[in-house]
Structures are given as structure tokens and as C-alpha cells.
């Protein structure tokens, strides 16, 4: 079964667009389809990276990868994985497009309300086991407030909310030293 990885990553070091640009390559050489990259607005040092794999078996295996490992200690001291997790909505039909706001969302869903949440924006569940109750979703658009009213009236035990922007392309364009996004 295909799946859509979430990874939510905290920029260190804006001197990166090198070590990133790599990330990107090699991760879509892997899995055999582009990855997208998108930066928050809010705070524009979190980027989001969601990309496509056709199982978890094959993710994984490229986690295990010597290829992984060596870009990881090349990525370490510049940029902080701070979430990964996956979700079994298929990555094709997420509204992610060059030069697209998107919001994106993870609930914590309480179990009583889980039903409530099939059908909101392009999404689905976390695929985890310790994170079964939540759900992942995007939205076209700007729609924070919208989303975090909703989740508070159908209840939730937590939730993060963001709107980010992609920032791929802009990535690719740039032969800048720094990464001019994380500047806000």
C-alpha cells in the first residue's frame, strides 16, 4: 500500500541549500517520486517534507540505507528532524503544487470522536501504532482558525496546526549560500 511520509524538520543553520538540495535528490531517487518541501510561515525555520513511498517496508529499508546514514551525519549540526510519521492517504491527491499555501494539520483525535473526522480536507491516519488516533490532513489555503475552531468544538487532546508554503522551487531557482525563506 502507498503511503505519504510527514517529516517536520527545525532549520539550524541557514547555510544549508547544498546539504538540502542533496536531501531532496537522493530521497526522490529512493522512493521513485518527488518529494515536496514546504516552510511555515509562521515561523520559517520548520520546514515539512512529504514525499511518496510505495509501503513502509520501503521506506524503512531506505532508512536503514548507507545512503540515509551518510546524509544524515552530513545534514547533523544543520537541520533537526523533530517529527516523521506516515499516513495512508496517497500523496497523489494531496493539494501540493509549486507555489501553493496549504494548511496542514495533525489532530489527536479523541476516540469517541474519530468518525467526525473522515471527509475533512485530503487526509487520513497515522499509520504508527502509538500515534493511531491521529489524523493528518491539508487543506488548499489558509484556513488556521477555521481548522482549530472545528477541532475544539468536535475535541481533540492536541493538535498542531500550520500554513506553510512551497518552498522547493525556490530552493531549486536559488544559488544562494543561505536559505532566503527561513528569513520570513
Not at 549540526?77 to 491527491?93: F, N, P, R, T, W
Not at 509549486?98 to 485530503?122: D, I, L, M, Y
Not at 488556521?144 to 475544539?152: F, I, L, P, S, Y
Request: overall charge negative; aromatic content about 8%.
Amino acid at each position: 500500500m502507498a503511503i505519504t511520509e510527514i517529516a517536520t524538520m527545525h532549520l539550524i543553520s541557514p547555510h544549508t541549500p547544498d546539504v538540502l538540495r542533496k536531501a531532496l535528490v537522493l530521497l526522490s531517487e529512493a522512493s521513485t517520486h518527488p518529494f515536496d518541501l514546504y516552510c511555515s510561515l509562521a515561523s520559517p525555520s520548520t520546514l515539512y517534507l512529504f514525499g511518496h513511498w510505495e509501503s513502509l517496508a520501503h521506506h524503512e529499508s531506505w532508512l536503514a540505507s548507507k545512503a540515509n546514514q551518510s546524509l544524515l551525519i552530513e545534514l547533523a549540526g544543520k537541520l533537526q528532524i523533530e517529527s516523521m510519521y506516515h499516513s495512508d492517504v496517497a500523496h497523489e491527491i494531496l493539494p501540493l503544487r509549486p507555489g501553493a499555501t496549504v494548511t496542514v494539520a495533525r489532530f489527536w483525535v479523541k476516540e469517541e470522536s474519530k468518525e467526525e473526522w473522515n471527509g475533512w480536507g485530503v487526509g487520513g491516519w497515522a499509520m504508527e501504532k502509538e500515534q493511531d488516533k491521529q489524523w493528518v490532513g491539508w487543506k488548499n489555503g489558509s484556513w488556521k482558525e477555521d481548522v482549530e475552531k472545528m477541532a475544539e468544538e468536535i475535541g481533540v487532546e492536541k493538535m498542531v496546526v500550520d500554513v506553510v508554503r512551497e518552498a522547493r522551487s525556490e530552493l531549486e531557482a536559488s544559488q544562494k549560500e543561505t536559505l532566503s525563506f527561513t528569513l520570513g
